[in-house]
T-cell receptor, first 113, second 115 residues
């Protein structure tokens, strides 16, 4: 079983749509959770960290359910520039312990005019 | 904003040859990492490095791979005898030991092509 599993894509949505990505992780020892964004053949870039209480950054909302080992990302009012692959990432370390990042396979989003 | 820099951006090498990928982490960072991404696949952890030694490595990081911090600024990944399946994007990353909203900063990668 993969340690981090994401919705298979791609998601094709019109501008202005709301889109939700789901992710599950298998290791209950996972401590920190993130969504990264990766543009084609570029490096992963941190989109947002995910906290147990849920957190929001503009049009982006992330949720974490530790009991069901589930992470989600909601994008509201999607823009053309949101087109990318969204990576669910977990680590077994807290921020200050230098742990490896474990990536999901990514979900591709294509926002059309 | 400080960046992780990697060189070269693209490396083409004959199978069986040695290759060295170079990275300059952010200057006050203490943890260093290498990841790779085979085309169309997920990003995979290779190795982490802290206090001048490997702190963790994956199954991929076999005896053909080594890492080094030869001076105070560079962090290198060496592949001793390259195979076709080593063709991938290789990303270097670094992080501090303080709480941060950006746990690991990634360089823009080296595309390694083995012929």
């Amino acid at each position: 079983r993969k340690e981090v599993e994401q919705d298979p894509g791609p998601f094709n949505v019109p501008e202005g749509a709301t889109v939700a990505f789901n992710c599950t992780y298998s290791n209950s020892a996972s401590q920190s959770f993130f969504w990264y964004r990766q543009d084609c053949r570029k490096e992963p870039k941190l989109l947002m960290s995910v906290y147990s209480s849920g957190n929001e950054d503009g049009r982006f909302t992330a949720q974490l359910n530790r009991a069901s080992q589930y992470i989600s990302l909601l994008i509201r009012d999607s823009k053309l520039s949101d087109s990318a692959t969204y990576l669910c990432v977990v680590t077994r370390a807290k921020y200050n312990q230098g742990g490896k990042l474990i990536f999901g396979q990514g979900t591709e989003l294509s926002v059309k005019p | 904003e400080p960046e992780v820099t990697q060189t070269p951006s693209h490396q083409v090498t004959q199978m069986g040859q040695e290759v060295i990928l170079r990275c300059v982490p952010i200057s006050n960072h203490l943890y260093f990492y290498w990841y790779r991404q085979i085309l169309g696949q997920k990003v995979e952890f290779l190795v982490s490095f802290y206090n001048n030694e490997i702190s963790e490595k994956s199954e991929i990081f076999d005896d053909q791979f080594s890492v080094e911090r030869p001076d105070g600024s560079n962090f290198t990944l060496k592949i001793r005898s390259t195979k076709l399946e080593d063709s991938a994007m290789y990303f270097c990353a670094s992080s501090t030991d303080r709480d941060s909203n950006q746990p690991q900063h990634f360089g823009d990668g080296t595309r390694l092509s083995i012929l």
